[in-house]
């Protein structure tokens, strides 16, 4: 490979003058002089010449803030589509990175906590590359998890090599991911995920203890699991709002680093209350909002010592994370797992965090991949869209009846936050971003982005989700509302106050399954359906709670990963025995909630689920297909095969249905290879089997 001009130019400029920058280069005009044009001979659109939008830049120029001699991001990534390839962090010449752990812990730590293999740390007289697999230590020496250490000298003499690792068009042959396997499975590696997910498991263990060993008040396991989640999802939200600059920086290590902790975070709560507007912080009742206020856990007594360490190791150098780079999809998988586990309480009133039997039974917590959860919107959502203005598609409707962690309806939103961008700067932005609500706005870089209110509106217009564990309610509000307030630092900066929507209204707790008429005729009075036992079973009132949505005929789209072999007592078994069409001697918990998707969306309205590809094949599900044949099309399978979920082997299908509309073929897909089948023949008799 012919070595660029350039290289030859910059390695003879860096010569000539290296005493000199050592002593006066800055690393902005290192960047600027150096490392650019050097990026640039490798192939990357450095000053997005090709005009992508934000989204799709092929390079981020990060501003790097200074915090305690820690910048807050690194200085580049290089990205492929929207997906982040690599990191690179600038040093100036002063700095010698090949002797200075400091800087190779902090590249480390962008790294990981972006769940990128590797990145790359450079000051131009060296350029070193790191995996970023292994969870990073202050400790580690220099040398720890370093991969190559290229000397300014040698970049002419071995730009082959350099090249056909990091250029743009080595990473789109796939040369770069070969590089990174060859990285993968060092001793030590541990993502940033698990490590996250083990770290607010010991908080939890934690405050569980302490909380109901400190407080006589707490009778119930409900109050304690929701205690300790709102204080876990608490700290977390304003700590990932410090390093996005919608928080001032430090306050919670302020707090750590004081008396009466516990006191001083309920204080930070109340404001945050102030400021927000979410149902995460609500404290007092207020019209307009959709849940009772918080009453307990402010009288809560909560030892310093427990919060010192949950607050201590949020920060840097005792933390190994970015909070910056924990992106929603992150979060997500971590709380995925969270969710599994409970606290109970043990005859002697001591706190125990045990999993829950449906997981136990399940053999563990299972989140959905990315790529499905893309999929399934693309393929409903997406539909939803096409030739709509953003006031037709105020009125799409979509739901997830057993959301989780909120990994789909925050793939939905994001789907419907990039559209609605897409399309105001395709329809003469300068229109929308002016009057006395504007819609959009320009970044100095000339990119619109939608504003703090319209991101609210949308959400609230569009999103909506049930799941029967409260907290994982609150972990799907959490989710949305990170998310919503992404890119926001300048808006909240210039005055824009209880800048989040409570979402009381859109995600609620409930059994999507059972209705309130489950508890006709039911003895309460004989204690077999007590106060403990309605808050178990949950029943959930669809025409009541989404009257808005039931009365006009329902969802637009209702996806998901519904629960599999979920658990149901004798008395739910009768229920769903004689309110489901699609029971027939076995209990699956995905077949009735196929059918309630059906039920709760709209004539030409999409159904599309991640469920067991056993329906499509066994004698007992044959109920189900004959329902799918009456009231719906199906217009795409995607046979997933056993090797969707991590450490599970279940035969998966995605399906997408069409309510309302004949459709001629169905869209039938491997992965490896794809057919189209008549649906005329899927529905004849008998048992409208798929082989």
């Known amino acids: 490979m012919t070595v660029p001009d350039a290289i ?207 407080n006589e008040q707490i009778h119930t396991e409900r109050e304690v699991n929701f205690a300790v989640q709102m204080i876990i999802d608490r700290i977390i939200f304003l700590r990932i709002g410090e390093d996005r600059g919608i928080e001032p920086e430090g306050q919670l290590q302020h707090i750590g680093n004081g008396t009466q902790i516990y006191g001083e975070l309920i204080a930070l709560f109340r404001r945050a209350d102030t400021r927000y507007n979410s149902g995460l912080f609500h404290f007092s009742e207020e019209k307009g909002q959709s849940s009772s206020p918080d009453t307990l856990t402010p009288g809560l007594q909560i030892d310093d010592k427990i919060l010192k360490d949950i607050l201590r190791n949020l920060y840097y150098p005792e933390s190994p994370y970015v909070f910056i780079y924990l992106s929603a999809d992150i979060l997500g998988q971590v709380y995925e797992r ?126 909506h989700g049930v799941d029967i564990d409260a907290q994982a309610v609150e972990v799907t509000k959490l989710s949305l509302l990170l998310k919503v307030l992404e890119g926001e630092s300048g808006q909240l900066r210039l005055g824009f106050e209880r800048a989040l929507p409570d979402l009381g209204n859109n995600i609620k707790c409930g059994n999507s399954l059972i209705a309130p008429d489950y508890y006709e005729g039911r003895q309460f009075d004989l204690g077999l359906f007590d106060e403990e036992e309605q808050y178990r079973v949950n029943a959930f009132d669809w025409e009541k709670e989404f009257a808005h949505i039931v009365v006009h005929g329902g969802f637009d789209a209702v996806i998901g990963n519904p629960p599999y072999g979920a658990m149901f007592s004798d008395e739910q078994k009768v229920y769903i025995k004689g309110k489901y069409r699609t029971y027939k001697y076995k209990f699956d918990s995905y077949v009735y909630f196929i059918e309630k998707a059906i039920w709760l969306s709209k004539n030409d309205g999409y159904i ?66 794809s057919w189209v089948m008549p649906t005329t023949s899927w529905k004849k008799a008998p048992g409208y089997v798929i082989e």
């Not at 290296?18 to 990026?39: A, G, S, V």
């Not at 993968?184 to 263990?205: C, H, S």
């Not at 709509?388 to 979509?398: D, F, L, R, Y």
């Not at 469920?611 to 297909?625: G, I, M, Q, S, V």
């Open 8 to 214: 030859h130019e910059l390695v003879s400029k860096f010569d000539q003058h290296r005493k000199e920058y050592q002593t006066h280069k800055n690393e902005t005009e290192l960047r600027r002089e150096f490392l650019d044009p050097f990026f640039e001979a490798l192939g990357w659109d450095v000053f997005n010449k090709k005009s992508y939008s934000e989204r799709f830049k092929e390079v981020l120029h990060e501003v790097s803030v200074e915090v305690e001699g820690q910048a807050k991001a690194a200085d580049y990534a290089f990205r492929v589509g929207d997906k982040t390839i690599f990191l690179v962090e600038a040093k100036k010449p002063s700095v010698n990175i090949g002797i200075n752990p400091e800087t190779a812990f902090q590249l480390r730590r962008y790294g990981w906590s972006a769940k990128l293999p590797i990145s790359i740390l450079t000051d131009f007289e060296q350029l070193t590359v790191y995996e970023c697999q292994t969870k990073p230590s202050k400790t580690d020496k220099v040398s720890y998890g370093r991969i190559k250490l290229y000397h300014y000298s040698e970049y002419v003499e071995k730009w082959d090599e350099i090249a056909e690792v990091f250029s743009h068009s080595a990473v789109m042959k796939g040369a770069f991911e070969k590089f990174v396997e060859g990285t993968r499975g060092k001793k030590g590696t541990e993502q940033v995920d698990d490590a996250f997910l083990e770290e607010i498991e010991r908080w939890r263990d934690m405050l569980a203890r302490i909380i109901v060993l400190r």
């Open 338 to 463: 969270f969710l599994g586990k409970v606290i109970r309480l043990t005859p002697g009133h001591q706190a125990k965090v045990e999993e829950k039997p449906e997981v136990r039974k399940a053999g563990g917590v299972y989140y959905t991949p990315t790529y499905i959860v893309n999929y399934i919107v693309e393929n409903t959502v997406g539909k939803l869209l096409e030739g709509k203005t953003p006031n037709q598609a105020a009125s799409i409707k979509v739901l997830d009846p057993a959301c989780g962690s909120g990994s789909f309806l925050l793939g939905a939103y994001k789907y419907l936050l990039d559209w609605h961008v897409k399309w105001y700067s395709e329809n003469d932005p300068e229109k929308w971003a002016k009057g006395g609500n504007p819609v959009v706005y320009q970044e100095v870089g000339g990119d619109w982005r939608l504003t703090t209110p319209e991101k609210k509106r949308i959400l609230l217009d569009n999103i």
């Open 608 to 673: 599309s689920f991640i469920t067991p590809e056993l329906w499509l094949k066994l004698e007992n599900n044959d109920a189900l297909r004959e329902y799918i044949a009456q009231n719906a099309d199906i217009e795409k399978l995607l046979i997933c095969g056993e090797n969707v979920f991590e450490d599970a082997t279940i035969n998966t299908v995605v399906f997408c249905l069409h309510r309302g509309l004949s459709v001629d073929n169905i869209s039938i897909e491997t992965g490896k290879t």
